[in-house]
């Protein structure tokens, strides 16, 4: 680097001399503009020679004194010489093959090299200049992880040897090309100041990554805003509020470091600038029509982005910090670092409303990153904003979490697809070249640790983060980018980190030679200060007084927070619905209404279900097939499972409540049995959703086929659900077995989310399920994991009044089910937004039973005054005798069908009840025991097709104990413990399964056994 200063020197200095044209003046070859047009935009700045000279021959052509004199005489002699007829002719190619170049082979030849070498350079800088811009604060690491210079950088004289130029060539001068903009508004400049700027440009506090990138115009927008001369100018005011930002950023913390010296804050020191960098693209944004924005970010830093840009009360910050304050409202809460904000207030710069909200998020770095693009996209959604011209999401990140977390790409990849694009999302990356007590060297193999954002083509600005003039500058061109291309961009903040990975930590035990130089490092805005005051923009006396009166404010905060007696988690929601709940935040009722549906609406539904109401759209005809099947049905008034479906999305639609379903293969659905979308079968992406056809002012229903992810979708789709509670939004699994790899948005989010956030969500995950012989991974949905992280007790039948079964969804974090009947189904769809809260709902779907002659169930049970059924008790024979019944097998799921058969089959319809428990948690004590009353001396078995160790059993055995009051015991029969979820083979599929049916109807297995 410091042999590259040295060059820059000798760059600057020497004397002007102008490089001759072939006929000995000096090159004058082009107008002054330059624009973005597309013409401009054609010849790439490596192109080959024929180019470069079409390039003149065409400005010779549009006017001969555009080009220099010896290139004029040049492409008459070229015309002249051409034979009849090809001389008028626009590409010169043919004209100047062999014949002019013979004209004056010599000089025409070392022009036109001279001149691509030149271009050749510039496009060099424009790719690799940032590898050696200076953007470590510390002077010591490369951010780009390589001290490797280019050996296309003249960072040395002799470099000028790559494109055959030499010293001697640095004062010539030469014509600029079409792609670039550091001439200003000139068109030529002599070799030394072309290299000069290209430093200045592309190899100064500021790197930019860009020339992946395969738009054109996108690439010269950039190359304008970093080359053009002069172009990073602030005002005094800009610079003062700037400083005063800074200002705010610094002792915030300091602040905090003070009262509460041995507190995790994961505080900021290093990267101050990030204050003033947020408030910069929020203040651009703003600008740009922008009204609300959505961000999220991990710990570092977060108590100072919520005091000081969502600008959350200073008290209500500070007494989070209180270890005696209890809180007052329901949840177990979370730690201060994690805490959401939801603020809507004027932003002073552009004196416009602006609503900013800061999404809560678990420790799981980057984990929130698809939840707040899901949430901003339904913000987009509701407001009609189609275009993201009004909200916006911010994310930021770590240095070592964006390269490391998977998740990070599986975001990026979601940010062009139409039902998940929030078009363009500003990413800014915390880079303090350090993870925890990793060194970047060890914690990726990208040489920067935003590389991952190249596979959308998004520009990276990387910049040194103790230049604040920079940084607002890279963010001001960050939130042009995102407001003018509508697609993402990232802001790599390279600083460093002044204490530890938290205040307790000792960096030096890892670090020692960086901490040596953090310890020497003066503050950034100690520097900041002084240039301003050296450059007369604020005085010592100006800038002494600003520091006091933000250390006053804390002060005064600080005191008015030792007044707080209590904590509120619920100020500390993201997302608040106020016109759901009352003032308080509670539910408006405890009750839900029948989920049934009238006569008309069924048949109407059914019908739309059946048809194309689309004129002229041909169908496949294996589809018409279905769509006769389903009017079958209907005509029968009967459900198969997907007429179940499409009467609750159908019935909610018309209600106003909006219905997305998001998932791989979701619009046909997996098991080729949905077909929402309809597909012409001439023409081309002609599609129809009849859906979307069923009333006059229906709500829109959106269903999407997802990317291929399911932790970055599923944390899409729970982000969606928490803009509204008026919406039913779905992820469906492709099977169930899938949802493992979004582990971390179900054990971090779903479960606990609103008692660590207080904030209900009511997404609805749809897991296919069940052991049909698919082997170990097309499955399980593992039930056993949903039921572990129920919270309702195993032990206590629970004491409530009024209406139990809301009482108790209102108690639990989630609801799962695994339904037997379409018409339950579609109860529990609607249950889901009658309730008057919002939960997680879990549901284990069918495989085999979506074409199950058995799985269909009748137009009455969904009528009028029906409901969803927690518990289906037995009808059957057995309902004739109860008191002679010997046994009653409850179960869950498509196991019913086999079980019935069986006891058919045996005929044991008079001796054995089963009955099926369709909403497996919160438990329905009160039917089980209802159920249990019926008959009572019958022995009670547990059935289910998984294996020992997974599905229900551990979940449902001690529930019945409870309400058998341990009495009597439940027998287990199903599948013995294993490893795996289910056999590959297929024959021992069938046998166990035979094995555990004889179990299920011996009378007597049982005998003799103790419990
Ligand atoms: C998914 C996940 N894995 C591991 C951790 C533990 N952890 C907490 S902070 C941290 C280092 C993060 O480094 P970086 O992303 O650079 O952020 P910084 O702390 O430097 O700001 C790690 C590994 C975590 N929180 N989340
Ligand atoms: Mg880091």
């Known amino acids: 680097m410091s042999q590259f200063r040295a060059l820059a020197g000798v760059l600057r200095g020497g004397g002007r001399q102008w490089l001759r044209g072939p006929g000995g003046g000096v090159i004058h070859l082009f107008g002054p503009k330059r624009c973005c047009s597309s013409k401009a935009a054609v010849p790439s700045a490596v192109a080959s020679s024929s180019s470069y000279v079409e390039e003149m021959y065409f400005a010779w052509l549009e006017d001969h004194k555009k080009v220099h004199e010896s290139w004029d005489t040049f492409f008459r002699n070229a015309q002249a010489d051409a034979p009849p007829g090809e001389a008028d002719k626009r590409r010169?190619?043919?004209?100047?093959?062999?014949?002019?170049?013979?004209?004056?082979?010599?000089?025409?030849?070392?022009?036109?090299?001279?001149?691509?070498?030149?271009?050749?350079?510039?496009?060099?800088?424009?790719?690799?200049?940032?590898?050696?811009?200076?953007?470590?604060?510390?002077?010591?690491?490369?951010?780009?992880?390589?001290?490797?210079?280019?050996?296309?950088?003249?960072?040395?004289?002799?470099?000028?040897?790559?494109?055959?130029?030499?010293?001697?060539?640095?004062?010539?001068?030469?014509?600029?090309?079409?792609?670039?903009?550091?001439?200003?508004?000139?068109?030529?400049?002599?070799?030394?100041?072309?290299?000069?700027?290209?430093?200045?440009?592309?190899?100064?506090?500021?790197?930019?990554?860009?020339?992946?990138?395969?738009?054109v115009e996108q690439c010269q927008w950039i190359r304008h805003k970093f080359e053009t001369p002069g172009i990073m100018q602030f005002s005094n005011t800009e610079k003062r509020t700037l400083l005063a930002r800074l200002i705010r950023s610094t002792r915030f913390e300091d602040f905090l470091a003070r009262k509460w010296s041995s507190e995790k804050r994961f505080g900021l020191e290093g990267c101050e600038v990030l204050i003033p960098a947020l408030k910069t693209i929020i203040d651009k944004s703003s600008a740009a029509g922008i009204e609300n924005v959505i961000m999220g970010m991990p710990h570092r830093g977060r108590l100072n982005v919520l005091a000081n840009v969502i600008r959350k009360e200073l008290d209500q910050i500070f007494c989070q910090f209180d270890p005696k304050l209890e809180a007052a409202d329901e949840g177990s809460g979370?730690?201060?670092?994690?805490?959401?904000?939801?603020?809507?207030?004027?932003?002073?710069?552009?004196?416009?409303?602006?609503?900013?909200?800061?999404?809560?998020?678990?420790?799981?770095?980057?984990?929130?990153?698809?939840?707040?693009?899901?949430?901003?996209?339904?913000?987009?959604?509701?407001?009609?904003?189609?275009?993201?011209?009004?909200?916006?999401?911010?994310?930021?990140?770590g240095d070592a979490a964006f390269a490391g977390q998977g998740v990070v790409y599986e975001t990026f990849h979601l940010s062009e697809l139409p039902s998940y694009t929030t078009h363009g999302t500003i990413h800014v990356v915390v880079n303090n070249q350090i993870g925890f007590t990793t060194d970047p060297r060890v914690a990726r193999s990208s040489p920067y640790p935003t590389d991952v954002a190249r596979v959308v083509n998004a520009p990276i600005f990387h910049v040194n983060?103790?230049?604040?003039?920079?940084?607002?500058?890279?963010?001001?061109?960050?939130?042009?980018?995102?407001?003018?291309?509508?697609?993402?961009?990232?802001?790599?903040?390279?600083?460093?980190?002044?204490?530890?990975?938290?205040?307790?930590?000792?960096?030096?035990?890892?670090?020692?030679?960086?901490?040596?130089?953090i310890r020497r490092q003066e503050h950034v805005l100690k520097k900041y200060s002084d240039k301003l005051i050296a450059e007369g923009v604020v005085t010592l006396q100006e800038f002494e007084e600003e520091v006091a009166k933000y250390d006053k404010i804390c002060e005064e905060a600080y005191t008015s927070s030792k007044d707080e007696k209590i904590l509120h988690n619920r100020h500390w929601l993201d997302s608040p619905w106020p016109d759901f709940f009352t003032a308080e935040g509670e539910p408006k009722s405890m009750s839900c209404p029948p989920t049934g549906l009238d006569e008309d609406m069924l048949q109407h539904i059914g019908q739309t279900a059946s048809s194309v109401p689309m004129e002229d759209f041909k169908i496949h005809p294996g589809v018409s097939r279905i769509l006769r099947g389903r009017a079958d049905l209907v005509k029968k008034r009967q459900l198969d499972?997907?007429?179940?479906?499409?009467?609750?999305?159908?019935?909610?639609?018309?209600?106003?409540?909006?219905?997305?379903?998001?998932?791989?293969?979701?619009?046909?659905?997996?098991?080729?049995?949905?077909?929402?979308?309809?597909?012409?079968?001439?023409?081309?992406?002609?599609?129809?959703?009849?859906?979307?056809?069923?009333?006059?002012?229906?709500?829109?229903?959106?269903?999407?086929?997802?990317?291929?992810?399911?932790?970055?979708?599923?944390?899409?789709?729970?982000?969606?659900?928490?803009?509204?509670?008026?919406?039913l939004v779905l992820w469906e699994a492709q099977f169930g077995d899938f949802h493992n790899t979004a582990q971390c948005i179900i054990d971090q989010f779903i479960s606990p989310g609103q008692a660590k956030w207080v904030r209900n969500n009511g997404v609805v995950l749809l897991l296919p399920h069940g052991m049909e012989g698919m082997g170990p991974?097309?499955?399980?949905?593992?039930?056993?994991?949903?039921?572990?992280?129920?919270?309702?007790?195993?032990?206590?039948?629970?004491?409530?009044?009024?209406?139990?079964?809301?009482?108790?969804?209102?108690?639990?974090?989630?609801?799962?089910?695994?339904?037997?009947?379409?018409?339950?189904?579609?109860?529990?769809?609607?249950?889901?937004?009658?309730?008057?809260?919002?939960?997680?709902?879990?549901?284990?779907?069918?495989?085999?039973?979506?074409?199950?002659?058995?799985?269909?169930?009748?137009?009455?049970?969904?009528?009028?005054?029906?409901?969803?059924?927690?518990?289906?008790?037995?009808?059957?024979?057995?309902?004739?005798?109860?008191?002679?019944?010997?046994?009653?097998?409850?179960?869950?799921?498509?196991?019913?069908?086999?079980?019935?058969?069986?006891?058919?089959?045996?005929?044991?319809?008079?001796?054995?009840?089963?009955?099926?428990?369709?909403?497996?948690?919160?438990?329905?004590?009160?039917?089980?025991?209802?159920?249990?009353?019926?008959?009572?001396?019958?022995?009670?078995?547990?059935?289910?097709?998984?294996?020992?160790?997974?599905?229900?059993?551990?979940?449902?055995?001690?529930?019945?104990?409870?309400?058998?009051?341990?009495?009597?015991?439940?027998?287990?029969?199903?599948?013995?413990?294993?490893?795996?979820?289910?056999?590959?083979?297929?024959?021992?599929?069938?046998?166990e399964l035979k094995r555990f049916l004889d179990t299920a109807f011996k009378l007597n297995a049982f005998q003799g056994r103790k419990f």
């Not at 060539?169 to 903009?181: E, G, V």
């Open 777 to 991: 991974e097309h499955s399980s949905a593992r039930p056993e994991r949903f039921l572990q992280m129920s919270k309702d007790d195993p032990d206590r039948f629970p004491g409530f009044s009024g209406d139990f079964e809301v009482q108790q969804l209102y108690d639990c974090n989630w609801i799962v089910v695994n339904c037997s009947t379409p018409a339950n189904y579609c109860h529990v769809l609607r249950r889901q937004i009658l309730l008057p809260f919002r939960k997680p709902l879990i549901i284990f779907t069918p495989k085999s039973l979506l074409r199950h002659p058995d799985a269909r169930s009748s137009f009455d049970d969904l009528a009028t005054d029906t409901k969803f059924k927690r518990l289906i008790p037995d009808e059957g024979l057995v309902s004739q005798g109860p008191g002679r019944v010997k046994r009653v097998i409850f179960c869950s799921g498509k196991v019913y069908y086999e079980l019935a058969k069986e006891r058919k089959q045996q005929d044991l319809e008079r001796d054995i009840a089963i009955i099926r428990l369709e909403q497996i948690s919160p438990f329905p004590f009160d039917l089980v025991r209802e159920e249990l009353e019926k008959y009572p001396s019958a022995e009670l078995v547990w059935c289910q097709e998984e294996h020992k160790n997974m599905g229900y059993y551990d979940y449902v055995r001690p529930r019945f104990l409870t309400v058998v009051a341990n009495k009597k015991p439940i027998w287990y029969v199903g599948r013995d413990p294993a490893a795996a979820p289910a056999t590959g083979n297929k024959s021992t599929h069938l046998n």
């Open 641 to 727: 499972w997907a007429l179940g479906e499409y009467m609750a999305f159908g019935s909610l639609l018309k209600d106003g409540i909006h219905v997305r379903l998001s998932g791989q293969d979701v619009e046909r659905g997996t098991f080729s049995h949905r077909h929402h979308v309809l597909h012409d079968q001439e023409v081309d992406k002609q599609t129809c959703v009849p859906m979307n056809h069923l009333w006059p002012n229906q709500a829109p229903y959106t269903v999407c086929n997802s990317s291929l992810s399911e932790y970055g979708v599923l944390g899409f789709e729970l982000g969606f659900a928490m803009a509204s509670p008026n919406a």
């Open 465 to 517: 983060g103790d230049d604040p003039e920079a940084v607002m500058y890279v963010c001001q061109v960050a939130a042009k980018w995102r407001n003018t291309f509508n697609k993402d961009v990232v802001i790599d903040l390279v600083c460093y980190r002044r204490f530890g990975h938290n205040e307790m930590d000792e960096p030096m035990f890892t670090q020692p030679l960086m901490y040596k130089q």
């Open 92 to 215: 010169p190619s043919t004209l100047l093959q062999g014949r002019a170049m013979s004209q004056t082979p010599g000089m025409t030849q070392k022009v036109v090299e001279d001149h691509l070498a030149v271009h050749t350079l510039i496009r060099a800088y424009q790719i690799r200049g940032h590898h050696v811009a200076q953007l470590d604060p510390l002077g010591i690491l490369e951010a780009d992880l390589d001290a490797f210079v280019p050996s296309d950088l003249i960072t040395t004289l002799d470099k000028l040897g790559f494109y055959g130029l030499d010293e001697s060539d640095l004062d010539k001068t030469f014509q600029l090309p079409s792609t670039t903009f550091i001439g200003g508004d000139q068109t030529t400049l002599p070799l030394r100041e072309i290299i000069r700027r290209l430093e200045a440009s592309y190899c100064g506090h500021i790197g930019v990554e860009f020339m992946f990138i395969n738009n």
């Open 334 to 397: 979370d730690v201060k670092y994690h805490l959401g904000m939801y603020h809507e207030r004027i932003n002073r710069e552009t004196d416009k409303n602006i609503t900013l909200s800061l999404m809560a998020n678990p420790s799981h770095l980057e984990a929130v990153d698809p939840v707040v693009q899901g949430k901003a996209k339904a913000e987009q959604f509701y407001s009609g904003d189609t275009q993201g011209k009004k909200v916006m999401s911010i994310l930021i990140h």
